[in-house]
């Protein structure tokens, strides 16, 4: 399973990005009115140019021929774009055109199997189920990526699934034994992913053991 950041925070991106194992950056607009740019396309550009993986940036609009157009606006803005269409009927409508003009799609807010198949067959390159937006709803979000993966599979979909919308390690743990493709975390749980006490401890403890003799 890979690993994207979730923000747009250019600080956590670049902080993230040292330690080697960041494969791409997904954004949306409310995590980018977080960061509050002066220019959205400057913003997009500057994460695409720190992480060379594919950075995902959503359309702004919700009407299929608008939304087709920004797309296409956006995927010129870097190489690594994908461009983020939300999963809804006209959403669905322009991931079917933007795809055979091979724009990257990642269909995005999905929160059934049903929107999942359909991305699919439309021919975005990722879907993203939202698990944690579905645990609060009280439903079990890790069974839907679970579901979506075993059904790519049996019909071999070359659509790749990123577990999106998570909220702590554990999600990170569920998400690969699912077998997403993709988990797509914020910063706070990739230091969370890293961080066990008794590794702490046991650093302490071997480094106060060494300086006991090295004296
Ligand atoms: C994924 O692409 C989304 O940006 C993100 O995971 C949404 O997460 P949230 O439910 O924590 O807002």
Redesign the pocket.
Known sequence: MRIFL?TANVDQIKQAAKLGIISGV???P??MSKEAPADYEAAVKEVCSIIPGPV?AEVLVEEAGAMIEQARRISTWAPNIVV?IPATTTGLEATSVLAKENIKI?F?LCFSLNQALLGALAGATYV?P?V??LDDAGHDGMQLVKDIVDVFKHYQLPTQV?A????HPQHCVAAAKAGAHIA?V?YKVLMQMIHHPLTDIGVTRFLTDWQGVSR
Request: proline share 5%; no cysteine.
């Open positions: 979730d997904t954004t949306n409310s995590l995902s983020k990642n995005t993203s939202f944690g937006r990123i999106a919308s998570i909220r797509t914020p």
